[in-house]
């Protein structure tokens, strides 16, 4: 019999700390794929942030190293410029990437640093309790937004990936959703055209996962699932940001990919 599937060798044997339905796991296991696919477990360093993915590096097994609350760009800006042939890629949440490092990140993508971001957006601070985010939707409830997100006071859902796109020395944004097998095929795909854009040395590349957070949404893991299709997708919208692969300057050419027919 064929074997269509089997655990990746490069995800430890760990019982996952996460809530049942979280889409952190999912995301450690197509990192864990990828890396062990493209052969680049050696050159490859990973960022893990404060947040829900603090343990990150007890699941890969490949080097990882962990960043203070919203660091990650940065620190994964110093790895990448000490260690030039190296994957590095700094993993974040929504409350580390899109709140206290906002700064790190968008001056990161302004100097087109070589690294890849996987920007986890699950529209609120999971681990802390569930409370607002930069990214929580317009009269979604949360611990601290118990009638609703209201614009007046709280301001608006941040679209980090269409205010990074702006930016010319941005070479690769998408983003996709983990609500569907074939919205984590799509997630798996993205993420490998960062990794290549990295290796090629076109500039900053981001992918972001709009992800499921049962708990603090306080639904099953199906009604999450569902969620980000009905409501969350229409207030971030899945697909290719920017793609500037080609255009970077001195950059080689990225193999050329079949796309999935829809």
């Keep these: ?12 044997k760990n019982y996952f700390h996460y809530c049942p339905g979280c889409g952190h796991s999912i995301m450690h296991r197509i990192v864990a794929e990828l ?3 493209m052969g680049i477990r050696g050159k490859t360093l990973a960022v893990a942030p404060a947040g829900c993915a603090v343990l990150a590096y007890n699941y890969w097994d490949f080097d990882t190293v962990e960043a203070a609350h919203g660091r990650g760009a940065a620190m994964a800006t110093g790895i990448k410029r000490c260690l030039k042939d190296r994957l590095v890629i700094s993993y974040q949440g929504d409350g580390d990437l899109a709140a206290i490092g906002t700064s790190e990140t968008i001056h990161a993508a302004n100097r087109g640093e070589r690294i890849t971001i996987i ?30 997100r209201d614009p007046r006071n709280d301001g608006y859902p941040l679209h980090i990936s ?11 944004i998408e983003r996709v959703a983990l609500s569907s097998p074939k919205g984590i095929m799509k997630a798996k795909k993205a993420v490998r055209k960062a990794f290549r854009s990295q290796m090629n040395d076109e500039g900053f590349s981001l992918i972001e996962i709009l992800s499921p957070c049962p708990t ?10 569902k969620w980000i299709d009905e409501v969350m997708a229409k207030e971030y919208a899945p697909g290719v940001i920017v793609d500037r692969r080609k255009e970077m300057e001195g ?6 990919e079949k796309e999935d027919a829809d």
């Design 119 to 148: 920007f986890i957006n699950n529209a609120n601070y999971g681990m802390t309790g569930g409370q607002m985010a930069p990214t929580t939707l317009l009269d979604m409830r949360t611990t601290t937004s118990p009638l609703g």
């Design 216 to 225: 603090n949404w306080k639904k099953t893991p199906e009604q999450s699932w």
């Design 162 to 172: 269409e205010m990074l796109a702006m930016l010319p020395a941005v070479s690769y």
């Design 251 to 256: 950059a080689e050419p990225v193999e050329k």
């Design 1 to 12: 019999m064929k074997k269509v599937f089997e655990f990746p060798r490069l995800l430890k």
């Design 35 to 37: 890396i062990e696919e």
